[in-house]
């Protein structure tokens, strides 16, 4: 399994950007998919990766992280295999590395899937920058 992301971008306070996610190889069993985050780092801290939104493969179920709930929408598309992630009101704080991910069966609970530990299929990254 292979996992590559769009091109993210800059763009103003307040602005919207989609991100997407194509994904090829045997799929298998994917439970879930999702999008994760890491913000740049501040001086020497180490920042942790954070989650933003994953959906169920099986009922299209979706779950966001409260920092995002509102203003951002996961969707995927089975049969294309691809995740989506539309991201409108952005904010500074929005600013990151962002990262799709797979997770595989079985299917557990809908919040289980805000936990980057299920997910065993990485993309490589792609930045997001909200700027004015």
């Known amino acids: 399994l292979q996992l590559a992301e769009s091109a993210g971008g800059s763009v103003q306070p307040g602005g919207p950007l989609k991100l997407s996610c194509a994904f090829c190889g045997d799929v298998g069993e994917i439970a879930a998919m999702g999008w994760f985050r890491r913000a740049p780092p501040q001086g020497q801290e180490y920042v942790a990766r954070e989650e933003v939104a994953a959906i169920t493969t099986d009922d299209g179920s979706t779950i966001y992280a409260n920092s995002v709930r509102g203003r951002f929408t996961i969707s995927r598309d089975n049969a294309k295999n691809t995740l989506d992630l539309l991201m409108s009101d952005l904010n500074p704080e929005d600013t990151a590395t962002y990262y799709c991910?797979?997770?595989?069966?079985?299917?557990?609970?809908?919040?289980?899937?805000?936990?980057?530990?299920?997910?065993?299929?990485w993309g490589q990254g792609t930045q997001v920058t909200v700027a004015s």
């Open positions: 991910a797979l997770a595989p069966g079985p299917r557990f609970g809908l919040p289980t899937y805000l936990h980057s530990t299920v997910y065993n299929v």
